[in-house]
């Protein structure tokens, strides 16, 4: 699945149906052995509420032993791994921005609002 599209490990282990702490297990062993990349963003509990969830990538770089593919060049190597890494910047700074957006302080909220109007 995570070849397709990054996925948190909440929305893994619902579309496979197994517990989910088997697959952040699961997921802790391949991010030791470089196979996959992490990060954090906002996503949705079951209730629909925003939490911050850890979502998975797989590596680029190693993505060709795990999975039988052609063996990419070195540039697509160096494109994809670019690409995820602005990809992932980027989540991460909507992800700080919408936790500011929510924030309990208003001059929290305030900034947040600044920072957006300043940086469309």
């Known amino acids: 699945m995570l070849v397709n599209e990054p996925l948190s490990g909440a ?61 990419p060049t070195e540039i697509q190597l160096q494109q994809a791994e670019e690409k995820a890494q602005t990809e992932a910047l980027q989540r991460e700074r909507e992800g700080i921005r919408r936790m500011r957006l929510l924030s309990p302080k208003p001059s929290t909220r305030l900034k947040a609002l600044i920072n957006q109007s300043q940086n469309p």
């Open 11 to 71: 929305d893994l282990a619902k579309k496979l149906g197994v517990w989910h702490q088997a697959i952040h297990r699961a997921l802790k062993r391949l991010r030791e052995k470089d196979l996959m990349g992490s990060w954090t963003g906002l996503g949705e509990n079951l209730a629909g509420t925003q939490i911050l969830r850890r979502f998975y990538a797989l590596n680029p770089r190693k993505v060709s032993i795990a999975v039988p593919a052609s063996s």
